[in-house]
């Protein structure tokens, strides 16, 4: 079975949000980048299928040079090959344009994707690649087992979750659940070693417009100060909550 | 070239984001000069959109779309779509159209945004305002394509009423055998409680409760308020309760009207996916518990005597405002 896990490379869970250029671009400075969590999860369950099922796992990430540490990254956790497609990533569409080429040349029976990058939110990715790919696809995977060329899954509805069954090649949109939090893969120096010397293959984007664009960017409104009410005095809350926030 | 919506619904009942969905494009569909024609799949009563302002609606009738099957139900999206000529066409953001939206937008060419908070900035060019950075900040997303797909994020536009005649007419789009390569072997729903996607309050439990069997207030107050339960990323981690009520950064986004954080200390990743509520009540015993700046109203006291008393006077106020 032939993996490819689409990583996308995201400010850390804790990072500060501001933008630069008159709020037209993220502000990268002093940004630690990480393997977007939703990404993670994916990582580790192909990591399950490679030491399982003898599967092969190849890393894709679209971006510049300075993504490549992040790729290595998933490297010392497993993965065989990165492969980085040298390009800008301008929207959704043009990622998912990018992967589906990638995908297409490598032939992967199955591809994890998470749900949604951390940064962006857009939660398209997945979905279009599968869809350019003509593959089947789960969205919210929270479980995943392969037998042969048949595919069993768990995804997560609003209050409840679906088993659903279905054939490869397959694209899911994954998230926590696929591996539990504990369970996630830190680097060992071993693997740290390894990593170095594994193939980081950069290979030129496909000439593509994208359809949307970011064209600025701003801050919530910087919240009141809380009104703290005394623990002895609960009337006051409730009154509160009904007669100025009216939501009770 | 009408204003396209898809209104989800269950057991042939609308559910609430639809209503939502289809009060957003009303004023959509104003600011452009043209109609509303929603889409339903096996609705009994689908007229039901005209208090929201849809103008017509197309209904499908058919037991293969019984169960959601994204692929299928993108197709049958596309169809309406050519159908109306729509050039903009609004989703709601439950997992359904967060699982259908992209597939759609491969279909038509379109350019699509997710989680839209607000009404298109401009529409030519057509400029969104969504959320971004797990609730961070906004990123204002102009849509380049021909036809425009938005995601309304839940809970940003609220119920508008806007009386019109909602014409229904049946509409039979085709499918083929390849729109069911998935199948739903089983559904595992819980009936009996609210659950946080659908909850307009949220009562939500943290490491400050100590164990997993200090819950029973919190699902008391969660029954006398008709909330749903939730609890912090460490509380789900540890086994405490269940994933499915994570919230926070990578469990599940809230956009609730109440929030009530019990022994949450408020880590910055908690905080971001709780932003989007409207109100947000914090109860600590630790004063300079982060959660206090995000908070809107708060308690400084112990949980195990505040939320007890609380929830008797909560149970008073119930039976008073009945």
């Known amino acids: 079975m032939k993996i490819l896990v689409c990583i996308s490379h995201v400010p850390d869970t804790t990072s500060k949000i501001n933008f630069t250029d008159g709020d037209s671009k993220f502000d990268t400075n002093g940004v630690q980048f990480v393997i977007n969590p ?53 929207d959704g569409f043009f990622v998912a344009k990018q992967l589906a080429k990638v995908a297409k040349e490598g032939g992967y029976d199955l591809i994890i994707a998470g749900r949604e990058s951390i940064d962006y939110n857009g939660g398209m990715v997945p979905g279009m690649l599968a869809k350019l790919l003509n593959a089947n696809f789960i969205n919210n995977c929270i479980s995943l087992e392969i037998e042969g060329d048949t595919a069993k899954a768990v995804r997560e509805i609003d209050g409840g979750k679906e088993s659903l069954s279905t054939k490869l090649p397959l694209v899911i949109g994954g998230q926590k659940g ?71 | 070239m009408s204003v396209l919506i898809y209104t989800e619904s269950e057991e042939g009942k609308f559910k609430k984001a639809a209503f939502e969905v289809a009060s957003y494009a009303r ?10 024609t929603a889409l339903s799949v096996n609705v009994d009563d689908a007229s039901e959109l005209g208090k929201y302002g849809v103008d017509k609606v197309l209904n499908v009738k058919n037991d293969k779309l019984n169960k959601f099957n994204a692929e299928a139900f993108a ?25 259908l939206a992209p597939l759609l ?19 030519e060019p057509f400029i969104v305002k969504r959320s971004a950075f797990t609730n961070k900040a906004f990123n204002f997303t102009q849509l380049n394509s021909e036809v425009k797909i938005v995601g309304l994020a839940k809970n940003a536009y609220g119920l508008k009423e806007n009386q019109a005649e909602a014409s229904v007419e049946e509409f039979s789009p085709e499918l083929s055998e390849d729109n069911f390569n998935i199948t739903v072997e089983s559904v595992d729903k819980v009936s009996d409680k609210v659950t946080i996607a659908d909850a307009e309050t949220i009562v939500s439990g943290g490491r400050g409760l100590k164990g997993p069997e200090n819950w029973g207030m919190i699902e008391e107050m969660a029954e006398i308020l008709g909330a749903a339960t939730a609890c912090s990323k460490p509380v789900s981690d540890m086994g405490w309760r269940p994933h499915s009520e994570h919230v926070g950064q990578t469990g599940k986004p ?14 910055i990743q908690h ?34 005597e505040v939320v007890p008393k609380l929830n008797e006077k909560l149970k008073e106020f119930k039976a008073k405002n009945a």
């Open chain 1, 38 to 90: 939703n990404d993670e999860f994916g990582l580790t369950r192909a990591m399950w299928f490679k030491e399982k099922q003898g599967a092969n796992v190849d890393v894709v990430n679209v971006g510049s040079s300075e993504t490549e540490p992040t790729l290595r990254k998933a490297l010392a956790i497993g993965a065989d090959s990165a492969i980085r497609v040298d390009a800008t990533p301008t």
């Open chain 1, 178 to 248: 696929l591996v539990e939090e504990k369970d996630l893969k830190i680097p060992n120096m071993r693997g740290i070693m390894q990593a170095r010397k594994k193939p980081m293959n950069k290979v030129e984007a496909d000439e593509t417009s994208p359809i949307s664009e970011a064209v600025k960017f701003e801050k919530p409104a910087p919240k009141g100060e809380v009104k703290l009410v005394d623990a002895d005095n609960l009337d006051e809350l409730i009154d509160l909550l009904h007669n100025e926030a009216k939501v009770i």
């Open chain 2, 27 to 36: 004023e959509v569909a104003n600011q452009l000069g043209t109609n509303v």
């Open chain 2, 75 to 99: 197709n049958v999206l596309k169809q309406a779509a050519q159908k109306e000529e729509s050039k903009v066409i609004v989703l709601s953001q439950t997992a359904n159209d967060k699982y």
């Open chain 2, 105 to 123: 937008a491969v279909e038509l060419e379109a350019g699509y945004a997710s989680n839209v908070t607000a009404l298109p900035e401009s529409t």
């Open chain 2, 254 to 267: 809230v956009a609730s009207n109440l929030y009530i954080a019990i022994g949450i200390s408020g880590a």
């Open chain 2, 271 to 304: 905080l971001a996916g709780v932003n989007a509520a409207k109100t947000k009540v914090v109860i600590n015993n630790d004063p300079e518990a982060p959660f206090f700046k995000a908070a809107d109203y708060g308690v400084v006291g112990d949980a195990f």
